[in-house]
């Protein structure tokens, strides 16, 4: 499946990231707003019925796993390894991970049996 093998490539492009880097976050922060994640996740982060509060999620998950998240999805979150880029991939899970200020575990979460026919899954304009 080309989506793992896109998974796997993504692991060593990741890790070097633990660096800090402002411009890299910033960058994630904008894939967030472009991508329709605050539709769920609330714009600050902060989370809805739709979806888990974010503010802690660096706390509690591997920069992996919030790639993974993102480009599988579950859980009523739809996928988005086919809309976002490898490159905006990487800055949106480190601008994830460096969320910190939340809660180290996450509040109880019922997420919605059937995935929001509303919520749309924005495509980059290059896509379009
Ligand atoms: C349709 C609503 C919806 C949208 C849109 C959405 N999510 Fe989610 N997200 C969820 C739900 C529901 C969960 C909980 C999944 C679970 O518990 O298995 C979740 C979980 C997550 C998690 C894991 C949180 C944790 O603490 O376990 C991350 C990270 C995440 N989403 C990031 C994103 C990002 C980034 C985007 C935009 C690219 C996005 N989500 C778009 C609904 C959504």
Redesign the pocket.
């Known amino acids: 499946m080309p989506r793992y093998a896109l998974l796997f490539g993504l692991l060593p492009l990741t890790l070097p990231l633990y660096a800090d880097s402002n411009k890299g976050r910033a960058a994630g922060a904008e894939v ?1 707003k472009t ?3 605050a ?3 609330n714009p600050d982060l902060s989370g809805s019925e ?3 509060d ?1 503010r802690g ?1 660096g706390r ?2 591997h920069q992996f796993d ?1 790639t993974q ?2 480009q599988k999805g ?5 996928s ?1 390894g086919d809309v ?1 880029d490898e490159q905006q991939t990487i800055h ?1 899970v480190e601008f ?1 991970h460096a969320q910190t200020k939340g809660p180290k575990v ?1 509040k109880r ?1 019922k ?1 919605l049996t059937e ?2 026919p509303q ?1 749309q899954q924005k495509p980059t304009e290059d896509q379009q």
Do not use: A
């Not at 579950?74 to 739809?78: E, S």
């Open positions: 967030y991508f329709g994640c539709q769920c996740h739709k979806g888990p974010l999620v509690r998950l919030i998240q993102v579950g859980g009523g979150m739809p988005f976002i949106l994830l996450r979460f997420p995935p929001d919520v």
